[in-house]
């Protein structure tokens, strides 16, 4: 799988296969209010492009990378 999820009632935690070293300057996350788009940079497919189910406070919304 290149991604899977989990919710809970106030969060939705997406977790994305992304290639090994690679940095967050090298990743594009576009989070809108009911659309989510995540590539890296010099790919033309992005790994997650589409519409959300439901409204998300994007203010509220961040993304990191872990090992």
Do not use: F
């Not at 992304?18 to 576009?30: F, H, L, M, Q």
């Amino acid at each position: 799988d290149v991604y899977r999820w989990s919710q809970q009632i106030m969060n939705v935690d997406i977790q994305i296969k992304i290639p090994s070293g690679t940095r967050a300057r090298e990743v594009i996350c576009d989070i809108k209010n009911k659309h989510l788009k995540v590539m890296i940079k010099g790919q033309e497919k992005p790994i997650i492009d589409g519409e959300l189910y439901e409204k998300v406070v994007v203010e509220d919304s961040l993304w990191s990378i872990e090992d």
